[in-house]
């Protein structure tokens, strides 16, 4: 192979063809009403994000997406009766969400109803295992109502999702302490001298008192300093990075897309590019390789060219199953 050479990569994103069907479905300014909603959801102004919601919500009234972020609006200026209202008609229309029924949780517990928003963030939590974030609101607003079994079940699925958060990693070794499970505490503690290997002096010295206590047997004696261990790395960044990865400090995860808009699906008519570049592997059936986030779904996903017999674009959604593309005028 020649240290440089010309390829033509095509790649482009079915998007354009299948959104413009698509949003033809819908009424002329749904879409611009959506954006503008959103955007004042996200800029914290909740009064002109309900008057936008309200009209879409009047406008495209079987599309749960308007009612949610109108639940949201209102919870925000704690309007807690139509925000409740507004909710109920998003999971009518769309009962297997766990996106609404973690709003409507939400409404459950600033409304002043903790035990209606803990059976609704254990519901949430449960068909959502994958998602941290809420899994942390079960966590939490169980050890509000010192539930224990949601506490042990969450944080479990925490670690597992998440064994390189320190907000995750001190729970479970404080967990684990006061439940006398030296070998949990033990792991768990071993886990944050690994993350905290930059921390202030004072953090490392109350560690060790922690791993000192945990290895001489005595449990009970960790607790302390465990908990003084917390306090000092609170105002660390890494600390505050693993809250922030575990929630996001306002009220109401807000929709963006409306009921069957989707990402890029599919490819159209190839777009020709032509590049010059060094080649990153001496094996011939190897063409391009380009990364990106190309359904719109947020992650990133992966499409390299083999030239075969015939030649086939290859491309990885996110951790789908990799799917091929018969691309012969490539080769």
Not at 51 to 62: H, K, N, R, S, Y
Not at 74 to 102: G, H, S, T, W
């Amino acid at each position: 192979m020649n240290g440089r050479m010309n390829t033509r990569l095509a790649i482009l994103l079915g998007l354009a063809a299948t959104a413009a069907v698509w949003a033809s479905t819908l009424p002329e300014n749904a879409i611009e009403l959506r954006n503008r909603g959103f955007a004042e959801l996200e800029n914290e102004q909740p009064a002109p994000a309900e008057q936008i919601f309200t009209e879409l919500a009047a406008l495209v009234p079987d599309d749960p997406m308007p009612h949610a972020n109108l639940a949201i609006a209102l919870l925000r200026q704690q309007k807690f009766e139509p925000a409740q209202a507004a909710i109920d008609r998003a999971l009518e229309l769309a009962p297997d969400r766990p996106e609404l029924v973690a709003i409507r949780g939400e409404v459950a517990q600033w409304s002043g109803r903790p035990e209606d928003a803990l059976d609704l963030m254990r519901q949430t939590a449960a068909a959502a295992t994958q998602n941290p974030r809420l899994q942390y609101a079960l966590y939490r607003q169980a050890g509000i109502l010192q539930s224990e079994e949601d506490l042990q079940v969450s944080l479990e699925r925490l670690a597992r999702l998440r064994p390189e958060n320190l907000v995750v990693m001190l729970a479970l070794g404080q967990r684990a302490i006061a439940a006398g499970d030296r070998a949990g505490a033990s792991g768990a503690f071993l886990r944050v001298r690994e993350l905290i290997w930059q921390a202030p002096g004072a953090a490392q010295q109350l560690l060790e008192q922690v791993i000192t206590a945990l290895e001489s047997g005595d449990t009970a004696a960790a607790r302390v300093p465990a908990l003084r261990l917390e306090n000092v790395l609170k105002i660390t960044p890494m600390y505050r990075g693993g809250q922030t990865e575990l929630e996001v400090g306002i009220q109401g995860n807000p929709l963006f897309r409306f009921r069957g808009e989707t990402g890029a699906v599919s490819f159209v008519d190839p777009l020709k590019i032509e590049f010059h570049g060094e080649p990153l592997s001496d094996r011939p059936a190897h063409g391009a390789i380009a990364v990106g986030d190309f359904d719109g779904d947020g992650k990133s996903d992966l499409a390299w060219l083999v030239r075969s017999s015939p030649t086939a674009l290859h491309v990885r959604a996110g951790a789908a199953e990799e799917s091929v593309h018969p691309a012969p005028g490539l080769g």
